[in-house]
């Protein structure tokens, strides 16, 4: 797909929402001032001059239903209702994001009529952390996508090295189930990848290690956590004006930096991420220690799949599986523990 | 010097002499505390509009204003209201219940610049602690003739609100303060006070700006409408003095959370002039 | 001795005479990422990093660390930290952020001493590794700095491919060049050249912003209520990982842990970028958008500091760029505000 011709479609579209006055903000892409990275890019109703800005490469990582929130919420403790109209925001956006939007509809924490929503078929993003490795400490000065898949990138001693995509993709996209976002507002020509098969496999594996094993190793991941709660931060779906972690009455775990601190807080994020949670790797990128985080989020999506048959996926109707009950639900992991 | 003295994180510990309850509410209550070691009570030498942490090992610490004056030599009073966790556990303590203070903390009125002057103090809700200081100051009879004529308007929602009730019954006989009461509306008490929100019971009273420094504390809501109101009687922004209220933690000005601008309230304040304020950034 | 030359084979002699009467810190990969470790002499000494990925702040002012300890009421113990420390392989940059947190937690600011931070201090020996391959996000020499900076070193160190040549500094510098005695040989003017050659080409290899600090903080001082801090800012979500980072960040809390009336009272990091930072008990909060938290952020950096310290608290080592998932980069704003 050429990603030339896909900036392009998106920033005709953008043009056309705010010449039609559908909406008043619109979050795409732009370059960033770093290379393999592309940032969100905000354009409000008199910044024309900025949708020639508009990018769509394999450094557009961000899940940029993380900024969705923030435009319809009330203040705390409104008594009299809202009388400013709701802003209408345009997004670009890929599988995951349009996801994520669905869950946040369904928690009522975003108006869909609010939102316009430009789906792009998604060819996969790339993991910055992934073509470091490849290079070793060496710096990364520029980088080039080729219309074919592959990524050349250029040293500061000068030397240029290609990877192909496949080997440099984020494992989110590599497992992803859902590349093509259904149910959006405006869906751009092309293909997307094909999808994966949700990467559940890793997850059956690593069970079959014995217990010392898999401590050891989210004993190893966790002593890495600096409690900056970026991962936090960056997910869409933790949007609790107070997080458990902040409390102070009751004070559920510590502020600190113990490794048992660190793994509770993880842990309950993880389950609070229950049936909302889109893989989208928003919280492994934010992460300035690199802990291996989409290793736990997989795991909970894997249970509820298991569980309740349920995937937060494009169906805007159905319910999610902490919010309802139904007598089939599972609870061997009640009278049978050992079974699960 | 004591490893108190010498590292401000520690607190001197005290233990709790006394409970009042101050309001109908029961949510406001004074808590008397006595020094452990009189060395550390020797330390902590301070004047009116400095604050304290007080410290509950085991829940925290909050800064309260020193309600005591350092006239008042044997103990320290703190007003505390119910609002958290480190002031629920105050609240449900007793007396004889071992606690620390970690202080004194800020800076203080200006002392130096109020020397000779007209007092002119004007408060509002739970905000009167450092003022009971300075007048239970001021009034003492080593100070009184240092300062002039000294005035104060103390409003509260109801009667039963007010702080400090004996004092201010005590006050309201003594002919060195001319002390008006106010509540915000008509009680259903018998009461014989004045009616109407501070800033317009101002207004009525027109103090005189003359040769006269300003003192003010109290909710933000009223700040806002007292400060014009001082302004229309011919107050200079240099002599309107007002303490402020930021979320603090170390109270010693490293921990670096509750700064206005480029100023800390904890060291730089709480005591600010408006004039001071007009240049900072409206985050507090 | 002022100086004094190893070669690299022999640096662990050096290491371990010092290990004698110190704990030696000095970069070490472990998990795949080279961070500071207590040296001993199964640890193989990391020189080919840019930056590590956490500065050694963290050695002075930990994450996590106990202010006092008590039980039933009382103060039962209060750490001091008397022992001796030889931090190796700071870079200048966080060497000279340092210095900075010295003005904040000495006696210089208003009176009151940190013991934690400064007996700490006070017992280390800082020996910095000076730069020879600055990061295209490095921009030190914009804010006075340069890439042999002396400033927080008692030793400056340069990596000269099969040796190191030590410079020193300060008198404890050449107190500790003096003892080391036979293993290290003098320094002679070919291997001063070599430094000087390095530091001059490292130098040159680094752009610079061009921008007039003094005017900076006074254009961002007239600019407080600008709507331009809207745009500088909706990209933010708020993710705190550029404060956890940042050498010359500082801001803590304070909070209680006890099990039984027995516990400690424990001092771990905190950041502007939080909504509950400022939030007072009432549920007012000075700060409640991101754009004014991160506005303070940058406030606080390139104008509050030099009010109160005389110093910009930025040392331009380029980890918040880096590791930003939104690419929000401070560079921008200093030239932002250099220019309008």
């Not at chain 1, 910044?47 to 435009?71: M, P």
């Not at chain 1, 993709?169 to 997307?192: H, N, V, W």
């Not at chain 2, 004045?194 to 003359?210: C, W």
């Not at chain 3, 002699?13 to 110190?22: D, G, I, R, T, V």
Request: aromatic residues 10%; negative net charge.
């Amino acid at each position: 797909m050429d990603s030339k011709a896909v900036g392009n479609e998106i920033q005709k579209i953008a043009g056309e929402l705010f010449r039609d006055d559908k909406i008043d903000v619109f979050i795409g892409f732009e370059r960033a001032t770093v290379p393999l990275k592309s940032r969100p890019c905000f354009i409000g109703k008199d910044e024309d001059g900025r949708i020639e800005n508009l990018v769509w490469d394999s450094f557009c990582t961000n899940n940029l239903a993380a900024f969705l929130q923030k435009y319809f919420e009330n203040e705390p403790n409104r008594r009299k209702k809202r009388e400013k109209p709701y802003p209408r925001i345009g997004v670009s956006v890929k599988g995951c994001d349009t996801r994520s939007v669905v869950a946040l509809v369904k928690e009522r924490q975003v108006i869909r009529e609010n939102v316009v929503l430009v789906g792009i078929p998604c060819q996969g993003m790339i993991d910055r952390r992934k073509v470091q490795e490849k290079v070793g400490t060496a710096e990364i000065v520029s980088h080039r996508e080729t219309d074919d898949g592959t990524l050349e990138i250029t040293t500061t001693d000068g030397k240029t090295r290609t990877f192909k995509k496949e080997e440099i993709m984020q494992s989110a996209c590599i497992d992803c189930r859902y590349p093509m976002p259904e149910g959006t507002d405006f869906l751009l020509e092309g293909e997307a990848k094909e999808p994966g098969d949700g990467g559940y496999g890793q997850i059956e594996a690593f069970e079959k290690k014995p217990l010392e094993e898999r401590w050891a190793y989210f004993e190893k991941e966790m002593s890495k956590c600096i409690r900056c709660n970026a991962c936090r931060q960056a997910c869409p779906t933790c949007w609790c004006k107070e997080c458990f972690a902040d409390h102070t009455d009751l004070k559920w775990i510590g502020v600190g930096n113990h490794i048992s601190d660190a793994m509770i807080f993880q842990i309950i994020r993880v389950f609070h991420q229950a049936g909302r949670c889109v893989e989208c790797d928003a919280c492994y990128n934010a992460c300035p220690m690199g802990i291996d985080l989409r290793f736990l989020t997989k795991k909970i999506v894997k249970d509820v799949d298991e569980l309740f048959q349920y995937v937060p996926d494009f169906d805007v109707e159905s319910t999610p599986p902490l919010a309802t009950f139904s007598e089939q639900d599972k609870d061997t992991f009640i009278t049978d523990p050992e079974k699960g | 010097m004591s490893a108190e003295a010498k590292n401000p994180y520690i607190p001197y510990p005290v233990t709790i002499e006394d409970i009042t309850i101050e309001n109908d509410a029961r949510d406001l209550k004074t808590f008397k505390l006595v020094f452990e070691k009189p060395e550390h009570k020797k330390a902590f030498s301070y004047l009116p509009g400095q604050f304290a942490e007080v410290s509950v090992l085991g829940m925290g610490e909050s800064p309260f204003g020193i309600a005591s004056s350092p006239t008042e030599e044997d103990y320290l009073l703190f007003t505390v209201k119910l609002t958290g966790t480190v002031t629920q556990e105050l609240h449900n303590s007793e007396p004889g219940r071992k606690i620390g203070v970690r202080g004194p903390l800020g800076n203080t009125f200006p002392w130096d610049r109020m020397e000779g002057k007209n007092i002119l103090i004007v408060s509002g809700g739970f905000a009167f602690t450092t003022l009971r200081s300075s007048i239970v100051y001021m009034l003492d009879k080593k100070n009184r003739d240092r300062f002039g004529k000294i005035t104060a308007l103390y409003g509260a929602r109801s009667p039963g609100e007010l702080m400090y009730k004996e004092a201010l019954k005590e006050w309201q006989e003594d002919s060195g303060i001319d002390l008006t009461l106010t509540v915000d509306r008509e009680p259903e008490v018998p009461w014989d006070g004045k009616v109407g929100l501070v800033p317009n019971v101002l207004r009525e009273l027109k103090p005189s700006a003359d040769n006269t420094l300003a003192l003010v504390c109290g909710p933000p809501i009223m700040i806002r409408f007292t400060i014009p109101a001082l302004q229309e009687l011919g107050f200079t922004e240099e002599n309107i003095i007002l303490s402020l209220e930021n979320r603090m933690k170390c109270g010693i000005g490293k921990c670096g959370r509750c700064n206005v601008g480029s100023k800390y309230v904890c060291i730089d304040g709480p005591v600010f002039t408006f004039a001071e304020l007009e240049e900072l950034p409206a985050e507090y | 001795m002022k100086d004094g030359v190893i070669s690299k084979q022999d640096f662990p002699q050096f290491l371990n005479h010092l290990k004698k009467n110190a704990k030696v810190f000095a970069p070490v990969v472990t998990n795949g990422e080279a961070g500071f470790k207590e040296w001993s002499e199964e640890d193989s000494v990391e020189f080919s990093y840019s930056n590590l990925k956490l500065s050694p702040k963290g050695l002075f002012f930990p994450q996590t660390e106990t202010i006092l300890s008590f039980d039933a009421g009382s103060v039962e113990e209060v750490p001091s930290h008397e022992e001796k420390m030889v931090v190796f392989g700071s870079r200048p940059c966080d060497s000279r952020a340092l210095t900075f947190l010295d003005k904040i937690f000495s006696e210089e600011n208003k009176g009151y001493n940190d013991p934690y931070y400064m007996n700490r201090r006070e017992n280390a020996v800082m020996i910095s590794l000076a730069c020879s391959d600055p990061c295209r996000t490095c921009f030190c020499s914009s804010l006075g700095s340069g890439p042999a900076d002396e400033a927080g070193s008692d030793i400056v160190c340069f990596d000269l491919g099969d040796k190191l040549y030590l410079k020193a500094v300060t008198e404890k510098g050449e107190l500790t060049i003096k003892d080391a005695g036979k293993v290290l040989s003098p320094g002679d003017e070919s291997v001063r050249k070599d430094a000087e050659k390095q530091t001059a080409e490292a130098l040159e290899s680094m752009n610079n912003l061009e921008a007039d600090l003094p005017s900076v903080k006074k254009n961002m001082d007239d600019s407080f209520d600008d709507p331009v801090w809207d745009r500088l800012t909706r990209n933010c979500i708020g993710c705190g990982a550029c404060t956890y980072l940042c050498p010359t960040c500082y801001c803590f809390d304070i909070s209680d842990e006890e099990r039984m009336y027995k516990g400690k009272r424990i001092r771990t990091w905190d950041s502007c970028q939080y909504a509950s930072f400022t939030k007072h008990a009432s549920g007012h909060n000075p700060r409640k958008n991101k754009k004014e938290r991160l506005r303070q952020r940058f406030m606080h950096k390139l104008s509050y500091t030099v009010e109160n310290q005389g110093e910009v608290f930025c040392v331009g080592c380029g980890r918040c760029i880096t590791q930003c998932p939104v690419n929000i980069d401070i560079r921008e704003i200093i030239t932002t505000f250099a220019e309008k």
